[in-house]
Structures are given as C-alpha cells and as structure tokens.
C-alpha cells in the first residue's frame, strides 16, 4: 500500500520541486516582472515605472539632491517627487530648513537627511540607497565657515568620488554657472569651473548644467533689486548697467534636469549652457522689475571701481572679526567682478533645445511674483500687461 502511494505521489512532488526550482531560477534572472531590475546600464530612462507617472506612482529613481533647500533645490524636488521618485534631501542647518519640501511629494518619498559637509562619512550615509545624485550646492558670496573654494569645488569634488566608489549611481548632474571658466574675474566662476573638471575627471558620463542667472519667486537679484528700491526709491547701477546676461526662468532649468535624468544617457559626458530666449543687458533687466512693481525708475550709476571700493571692506574684514558680517544684497565684490563682462551662451553650445524644451520668456508670468512690491498691493492688475488708468494713482 505504502509503495503505490510512493508510486502515485513520488511523481508529483518531483514536478513541484522542479516547479519550485524553475521558479526560483526565474527570480535570479529577474524574469518575473515582480523582481525585475531597477538598474539600467545607461541612464535611468529604462527604470521600472509602476502606475499613472503622478506623485503616487514609482518612477524608479532614487535621488540624492544636494543642494535641495535652496532657489533651485525646491523646483528640482518638485519635479521629481510629482513623477514618483523618492527624494533623499540631505541637510545641515535646522530642522525647518526642509519642512516645505516634505509637502510636495507623496508619503515617505520626501526623505530628509542631517549631514555634514565636511565629514565623508556623512555623505556616504546620504547616498548609500541612491542611484541618482545632483549636486546643487553653490554660493555667490563668502562665509566665515566656507569659502568660495570650500563650497564650490571641494564639496563637488567629495561627492563624485563618493558617488564613483558607491557603484550604484547611474546619473550624476553638477550644476555649475554659465560663464564659469578658468580665466573669469569671478573668484566664484573659477571654482565652479574646477569643479567640472573635477567632476568630469572623476566621472567621465557626469552631466554638466550651466544656468545663467536664474529669475523667481525666490531669486536673488529681482527680490534684492526691488526691496532696495522700495527702500530707498532709487537702485544702483554697477558700470551703467551696461554687461549682457542671459536671465533664465528657474523652472526651466529644473524641467532641463529632469528631461537629461529621463533620457536614454545621451545627455551623459554633456555640457549644456541654460540661457533664456533674450539676450538683454543688466539695466534692461532692471527696467522690467521697475515696470512690474509699477514705480518710477530711478538709477544711480556706480562705476566698478566705487563699486569695488564700497564691496572691499567686508571682503577684507571677512575673517578677521569674530562675529559674522552681514551678507551683501547689492555691492557683492565678487559678482561686481563678474559684471564686468558679457555672460551669454556660447555659439556652438548645447542649450535648453538639445534637451527639447523651449524656454519660457521672462516678460509676463515668470516675473509676476514682484507685484507684492507694488505700492497699492498686488490687487491693482495681475500682470504686467495691465496699466493703472485711474488718476487717483
């Protein structure tokens, strides 16, 4: 009796054995569309994607956004936490600094990350579970903690090594400055230029963004422009307002970003020059905050070099006072350097369109975020397009 239940049964858990093995070899293999691989040998455009492509749904990117709680930072994490990434937001200040990030993606995908900049370690806790990294970390004026160097190349250059030992990134995005090179004026913009050389030089298939001045609800030269104005109803114009810039909306430099990380790679190893659609001078640029506030331009020229003599003292003091000086909103020595010549995208350079994005122009809605400076408020006309016809103003 026993043998003919051996006979009968013995056959069907060889089968189920053998099924259990097929099965667990199809696991290894990531056959099954459950355990499928979300690495990709070139870019992160063939990430498993679960779901609609909202905030709720797996995009499969892991990032690292160094950088995270400033201008650019938020709009990056924006982009990224609506198409379901889980945003790693590494910090060093207090626990504020992050608190309106966590809002703008869905539960748990917003991670914030104390660390500290000058310690290894800590960066490598931060980019253990990564598979992307962006590195937006910069700063146009001088500390007593960090200088230009410290801040804009030696950290770039702590992180793509860290990020060439981890293995597992797929992406890496520095961000840097258009005008950065080697023989700029700009203290700033030599370190930055550094720092890509560092970065290519440490990971070849690293992407290169060079954004020119960034406008928005948080800039920091429109802002400073039309508090000072309002202050003290004129604003100072550094060598006649005469340098050519190339301002930028700063969603569009967000959107360039997440088109380069959504690609198939053919971004890696690239650098692309981020500039807007007009090509203006820095006293045009101050007309148009003057037209959207709605007050009378007034200006005063500053030649560079009263510019660089009201500027100096703070540089010089800097570090030999034991309290920390204030920050300079207008007479910034080293941006009065940059100013002192032209900042546009180069002739032959990638741009915004070897991304497929248009930039937007700044007159109109990307600029409407000064009309809390008009004297009546805001209420009086939503865009710029609008004209006060009453005589009572």
């Known amino acids: 009796m026993m043998e003919a239940y051996s006979r009968r049964v013995g056959p069907l858990m060889k089968s189920s054995t053998t099924l259990r093995y097929l099965y667990a070899s199809s696991e290894c293999r990531n056959e099954h569309p459950r355990y499928a691989s979300t690495l990709a040998v ?3 455009g063939h990430l498993v994607r679960k779901g609609t492509g909202g905030r709720s749904s797996v995009s499969g990117i892991v990032a690292t956004v160094f950088g995270a709680t400033g201008f650019l930072g938020r709009y990056v994490v924006q982009q990224l936490a609506k ?8 910090f060093r200040g207090s626990e504020d600094s992050h608190r309106h990030l966590k809002l703008m993606g869905d539960l748990g995908q917003i991670v914030p990350m104390k660390y500290n900049p000058r310690d290894e370690s800590s960066i490598k806790a931060v980019m253990a579970k990564a598979n992307v990294v962006l590195n937006l ?20 250059e702590h992180i793509a090594k860290i990020a060439r030992e981890h293995g597992g990134i797929m992406r890496f995005i520095q961000m840097s400055c ?47 422009w039309a508090h000072f104005a309002k202050k003290w109803s004129f604003l100072p114009m550094i060598g006649n307002g005469s ?24 971004s890696m190893g690239k650098v692309y020059e ?24 007034r200006y005063v020229n500053v030649p560079f070099p009263i510019a660089r003599a009201v500027a100096t003292p703070r540089e010089f003091f800097l570090r030999k006072v034991p309290f920390p000086l204030p920050n300079p909103d207008i007479f ?44 009546g408020g805001p209420s009086i006309g939503a865009t710029i397009s609008e004209r006060i016809t009453s005589p009572d103003f």
């Open 42 to 44: 070139k870019g992160v």
């Open 83 to 90: 198409m379901g990434s889980q945003v790693l937001v590494p």
């Open 137 to 156: 970390i910069g700063r146009e004026y001088e500390t007593r903690n960090y200088s230009f160097e410290e801040v804009n190349l030696d950290m770039a």
């Open 178 to 224: 258009l005008g950065a090179s080697s023989s700029s004026p700009s203290r700033m913009l030599r370190a930055k230029a550094a720092a890509e050389a560092v970065v290519l030089r440490e990971l070849p298939e690293a992407t290169i963004m060079k954004p020119a001045v960034m406008i928005g609800t948080e800039d920091r030269i429109m802002n400073k």
């Open 243 to 266: 340098s050519k810039i190339q301002p930028v909306y700063v969603i569009d430099v967000a959107a360039a970003i997440v088109a380069a990380l959504k690609d198939d790679g053919a």
């Open 274 to 297: 981020l500039g807007g659609p007009d090509i203006m001078t820095v006293h045009q640029l101050a007309e148009l905050m003057y037209e959207v506030i709605r007050e009378w331009p």
């Open 332 to 375: 910034n020595l080293d941006q009065i350097e940059s100013l002192t010549v032209d900042t546009v995208v180069s002739e032959n350079a990638l741009t915004f369109q070897d991304l497929g994005i248009a930039p937007h122009k700044l007159k109109g809605y990307p600029t409407e975020y000064l009309t809390c400076y008009r004297k």
